[in-house]
C-alpha cells in the first residue's frame, strides 16, 4: 500500500490513510501501550454489513483485499514505527483485525495473512497475540476454529435481538443465542481463552441501566471480558 496521510496523536497513537490498487483507500492504526503495541488492520475496502452506527458501512463495499495488501500493511507499519521509535525490537506485539471490513467475509485471504503473521520466518506472533474481531458471521467463526484458532472479538453492540437487529442487521440472520453457542464452542478447548465482546456507547440507544442488567446476564453464559467503547460521531449521523 502507498501511504496518503499519516496522522501521530498527542497520546502516540498513530493513523495512516492507505491506497491500494485501484485507487482505493483503508485506514491502518497503531497504538501504542506500556505493555504493548497494537496494530489495527483492514481486510476488506469497505464493508458489507452497513452497521448503522459505522461509518466504513456507510461508505458502501469496493472489494475484499488480497493477502498480500493485508500482510503489507504490517510490513508497512513495522518499518514506519522502527523508523519512528529508532530501535530493532519489536514494536508491534499485537495485531487486529478490526480496521476497515468484515474479516470473516474474506474469509481465505484472512486467514493466509494471518497464518504469514506467526510463522516464525515472517513476524513470528503467537495465536493469542492475534485478534480477529467479528459482527457474528456465525459459520465462519466455526470454520476459524478448524483452521485458525486465533483470539476472538466479537462486535456485540447490544444485549438483546430487537436492539442488535437495529445496529447490527447481520443479527437477523445469525441472532444473539446462535453467536454465543458459536462463541461458547470455539473457547471450549481452553480453560484460558476468552473472547472479547465489543459494546460501543450509543446514548440513549443501547447504554441504559436495564442494558447493563441484560448484558451482565449474558456474560455469564460464556467466558468473556467486555470492551466498552467511546462513541466517536461523523457528519451525518444522529447517534452520539
Same mark, same amino acid.
Given at each position: 500500500p502507498d501511504i496518503i496521510s499519516d496522522n501521530l496523536s498527542v497520546d502516540g497513537t498513530r493513523k495512516w490513510l492507505l491506497q491500494v490498487p485501484g485507487k482505493s483507500a483503508i485506514e491502518m492504526v497503531f497504538i501504542p501501550e506500556e505493555s504493548r503495541g497494537t496494530l489495527c488492520v483492514s481486510s476488506q475496502v469497505g464493508c458489507t454489513l452497513n452497521c448503522s452506527f459505522c461509518a466504513t458501512g456507510k461508505q458502501g463495499y469496493n472489494r475484499n483485499l488480497t493477502t498480500a495488501e493485508i500482510v503489507g500493511q504490517v510490513w508497512l507499519a513495522k518499518h514506519l514505527l522502527a523508523q519512528q521509535y529508532q530501535t530493532d525490537k519489536r514494536i508491534v506485539s499485537n495485531i487486529v483485525m478490526m480496521g476497515m471490513g468484515e474479516p470473516l467475509m /474474506?474469509?481465505?485471504?484472512?486467514?493466509a495473512a494471518m497464518n504469514i503473521m506467526q510463522d516464525d520466518f515472517c513476524f513470528g506472533l503467537s495465536k493469542r497475540r492475534i485478534t480477529l474481531s467479528t459482527a457474528g458471521v456465525v459459520p465462519k467463526i466455526e470454520q476459524l476454529k478448524q483452521e485458525c484458532p486465533v483470539s476472538l472479538a466479537v462486535s456485540l453492540h447490544a444485549p438483546n435481538d430487537e436492539l442488535r437487529n437495529? *445496529?447490527?442487521?447481520?443479527?437477523?440472520?445469525? /441472532? =444473539? +443465542?446462535? %453467536?454465543?453457542?458459536?462463541?461458547?464452542?470455539?473457547? #471450549?478447548?481452553?480453560?484460558?481463552?476468552? =473472547?472479547?465482546?465489543?459494546?460501543? @456507547?450509543? +446514548?440513549?440507544?443501547?447504554? +441504559? *441501566?436495564?442494558?447493563?442488567?441484560? *448484558? #451482565? #446476564?449474558? @456474560?455469564?453464559?460464556?467466558?468473556?471480558?467486555?470492551? %466498552? =467503547?467511546?462513541?466517536?460521531?461523523? #457528519?451525518? =449521523? +444522529?447517534?452520539?
Open positions: /474474506n474469509f481465505d485471504n484472512v486467514v437495529v *445496529l447490527v442487521p447481520l443479527n437477523r440472520k445469525y /441472532n =444473539i +443465542e446462535r %453467536l454465543l453457542d458459536a462463541c461458547n464452542r470455539y473457547v #471450549a478447548d481452553s480453560q484460558r481463552a476468552r =473472547i472479547t465482546f465489543e459494546y460501543v @456507547m450509543l +446514548e440513549g440507544v443501547n447504554d +441504559e *441501566l436495564a442494558h447493563a442488567h441484560q *448484558l #451482565a #446476564a449474558l @456474560m455469564k453464559t460464556v467466558p468473556g471480558k467486555v470492551n %466498552l =467503547i467511546p462513541y466517536n460521531p461523523f #457528519a451525518g =449521523i +444522529e447517534y452520539k
